[in-house]
Nanobody, 128 residues
Framework: EVQVVQSGGGLVQAGGSLRLSCSAS????????IGWFRQAPGKERERVSC????????YYTDSVKGRFTMSSDNNKNTMKLQMNSLKPEDKGVYYC?????????????????????WGRGTQVTVSS
């Protein structure tokens, strides 16, 4: 079965760090664009970071630049999001995702509806 399994998340104080991980099962990340998304109650799901297949370029939304780092290991079929200097506004459910459409060329231009395979989500809570 094609799926993505998530791990990580939890509660952390402002200024702390968390690491999220995803592993692919039934397929390989190689050949897909991959990304991390988050969603707060009553808000649209937003792209946090992504990696395009073409050139392997990494993109981050402005609010997390300099604090979050996304990485991937195609040999292990894993992807990670290292989150440092966390703020209360970072709270939400975080999802990993993969897509094989036009998003592979420039993932910074595409939102969540362009991705095909999704993890089940992990809650991240940041206390002040």
């Amino acid at each position: 079965e094609v799926q993505v399994v998530q791990s990580g998340g939890g509660l952390v104080q402002a200024g702390g760090s968390l690491r999220l991980s995803c592993s692919a099962s039934g397929f390989t990340f190689d050949g897909y664009a991959i990304g991390w998304f988050r969603q707060a109650p009553g808000k649209e799901r937003e792209r946090v970071s992504c990696i395009s297949i073409i050139g392997g370029n990494r993109y981050y939304t402005d609010s997390v630049k300099g604090r979050f780092t996304m990485s991937s290991d195609n040999n292990k079929n894993t992807m990670k999001l290292q989150m440092n200097s966390l703020k209360p506004e970072d709270k939400g459910v975080y999802y990993c995702a993969a897509g094989k459409g036009s998003v592979i060329y420039d993932c910074s231009a595409y939102a969540f509806w362009s991705y095909d395979v999704w993890g089940r989500g992990t809650q991240v809570t940041v206390s002040s």
